[in-house]
């Protein structure tokens, strides 16, 4: 009768193991949004503006609640500015107002990824740090 609960214990910490956090989710969701903004900003025309960089806007508002649960609070600040930036797009009447936002946009979500993959750097060192001393 003791192997019932040690298997289902056991089966419980692989699941967890293997299981995405919000770090992982926040990550594939960064890049994600910023290879739409890249293809906004790579776009020809206002409607093919609008539809890219709307869609990277849906994928960065995903994005900041997954960066603040995660603590990466400078990637999230940089997330909250891209959001603002990107919401303007759908209101801007030439393709040079929309690329304008687009581009600042862009180089914003640069330095997300930036932000991002240095906070879970050092969130993954402490982590083993703290593994070590044990």
């Known amino acids: 009768m003791k192997i019932k609960p040690l298997f289902f214990l056991l089966i419980s910490f692989y699941l967890q193991s293997h299981s995405q956090t919000n770090c992982s989710d926040a990550n594939s969701d960064v890049v994600y949004a910023y290879s739409h903004v890249k293809t906004a900003y790579a776009s020809n025309n206002l409607d093919h503006l609008k539809y890219w960089s709307n869609r990277s806007l849906e994928a960065f508002i995903r994005t900041k609640a997954k960066l603040k649960s995660c603590g990466c609070e400078k990637a999230y600040n940089y ?4 959001v603002e930036l990107l919401s303007n797009v759908e209101s801007s009447v ?12 862009r180089d914003l979500a640069k330095e997300a990824i930036n932000e991002f ?3 879970t750097e050092l969130e993954a060192t402490t982590e083993n740090k703290v593994t070590a001393d044990n």
């Not at 997330?79 to 891209?82: K, P, Q, R, V």
């Open 117 to 119: 993959e240095l906070c």
């Open 79 to 82: 997330s909250y500015d891209i």
């Open 94 to 105: 030439t393709n040079e107002d929309g690329r304008f936002y687009v581009k600042r946009a």
